[in-house]
């Protein structure tokens, strides 16, 4: 089975992130991995999380257009720190990633396009 740890801002991507985990979910052999669906924990956030990443075998993040809230521990947005946590794990080969635009996004990178 293969586990995706799925990365977004939750409050302004609550709609896409909830179709992705239900389309990963609805694959064969497919896991969905989702920080808030996990059981209390007494890990600290970022360990809870690190180790969520660490287990994963792709990390899959959505990127709209805020930053979301920020890691007590680091004081970096939680997008930035779970990349980050990422980029580690896929250095040491553990996690494949994969990038997805939203609607919000795109839209804007078209305008911007057609305005050149």
Known sequence: M?????SSTI????????AAADAIRALKDFECL???????S???AEELVRHLIEK??????????RKGTESPQSKQPWTRVE???ARTALSSGTVRPH?????????LQRARSASL
């Open 2 to 6: 293969l586990k995706v740890f799925l």
């Open 34 to 40: 989702l920080v808030e669906e996990e059981p209390p």
């Open 99 to 107: 990038v997805l635009a939203n609607r919000a996004a795109a839209r």
């Open 83 to 85: 990349y980050e946590m």
């Open 56 to 65: 994963s075998d792709i990390f899959l993040m959505i990127l709209g257009t």
């Open 11 to 18: 409050e302004d991507l609550k709609a896409e992130r909830h």
């Open 42 to 44: 007494t890990l600290p």
